[in-house]
């Protein structure tokens, strides 16, 4: 039986996304969504702001809240397997179109 290598991915500590899928469209989706997921930051002007904050309650004051990477770690930690993304995070992070 052949070996599926078109899901294999390996995450470098330079927070890059390689995989062996040769479709470029693909891959640059994925690292697009991978930089969101380790870049958004929670603004206080968010309307769950004050819920959502409480993801990291060891987090300082005034530090900013990288919310879908301290949610990633308590999945890990808990081992979850669905992570929930709010639609209007995702649609006004800032991008490049791949």
Do not use: W
């Not at 870049?39 to 809240?65: A, M, T, V």
Request: charge should be negative.
């Amino acid at each position: 039986m052949a070996q599926n290598n078109q899901s294999r991915r390996i995450i470098n500590n330079d927070d890059d996304v390689y995989e062996s899928n040769r479709n470029p469209v693909a891959r640059s989706v994925e690292n697009c969504f991978y930089q969101f997921l380790v870049n958004f930051e929670l603004s206080p002007d968010d309307e769950n702001y004050d819920q959502l904050i409480q993801i990291n309650p060891d987090r300082l004051e005034g530090e900013p809240c990288k919310y879908y990477a301290d949610c990633a770690g308590k999945m890990a930690q808990n081992e979850e397997k669905t992570m929930y993304i709010n639609f209007s995070h995702l649609s006004n992070f800032p991008h490049e179109d791949p």
